[in-house]
Structures are given as structure tokens and as C-alpha cells.
């Protein structure tokens, strides 16, 4: 079993960064991919970056050239390294990962507020 711990996010400026981090504990060698998630009040969750193991990322459209995802193996950690950031980037951000029998499992969510 594998259990996630996140931690960053806050409050910012427009124009602002913020880092959040994920730690993935128990049985993570069945993990393939780490990825972050949002969801704004009142809207689905939407994908913001994924990683797979071998350092493939996949980026949202609102997240190219803003956000950075990265992972450490070695930590089984993830980090989203958001820049420039956005009022319409405030949801509440969630790291999942996926195992490669396709489980998901989900953080428990942290909250990023962007002021304008």
C-alpha cells in the first residue's frame, strides 16, 4: 500500500510562485507515474502535470511554460515548481499517482489561492 503526503501551496500575488511537494510512502515500487491535479470550486478535476518513472511529462495547456514537474526516484518524491502564477490558477491541488496496474490513488489535497 502506498500512502502520499503533500505539502506547499498558500497564498500569492499574481505573478507569483509557489512549490508543492508530494512524498510517496509503503510499497512504491508499484508506482509508474506521479502526477498533480486540480479542481477549482464548482469545476471537475482537471490534470495539470504527470511523470512517469522514466521522466516522460505531460503537461495541461494552462500549465506549458508556467509549471515545472519533476521526481526523484530515489526520494519517491514529486514537486510542481508553479511560476507566473494566475488568479484562475486557484483550485485545490491534489498529487496522484498511478501504479503500473493501473490503481490510482489521491493526496489528500492542498489549497493554492492566487490574489490578482
Known amino acids: 500500500q502506498v500512502q502520499l503526503v503533500e505539502s506547499g501551496g498558500g497564498l500569492t500575488q499574481a505573478g507569483g510562485s509557489l512549490r508543492l511537494s508530494c512524498a510517496a510512502s509503503?510499497?512504491?515500487?508499484?508506482?509508474?507515474?506521479f502526477g498533480w491535479y486540480r479542481q477549482a470550486p464548482g469545476k471537475e478535476r482537471d490534470m495539470v502535470a504527470v511523470?512517469?518513472?522514466?521522466?516522460?511529462?505531460n503537461y495541461a495547456d494552462f500549465a506549458q511554460g508556467r509549471f515545472t514537474i519533476s521526481r526523484d526516484n530515489t526520494k519517491n518524491t514529486v514537486l510542481l515548481r508553479m511560476n507566473s502564477l494566475k488568479p484562475e490558477d486557484t483550485a485545490v491541488y491534489y498529487c496522484?499517482?498511478?501504479?503500473?496496474?493501473?490503481?490510482?490513488?489521491w493526496g489528500q489535497g492542498t489549497q493554492v489561492t492566487v490574489s490578482s
Open positions: 511523470v512517469s518513472r522514466s521522466g516522460d511529462t
Open positions: 509503503g510499497n512504491t515500487f508499484v508506482i509508474n507515474e
Open positions: 496522484n499517482t498511478r501504479t503500473y496496474t493501473g490503481a490510482e490513488l
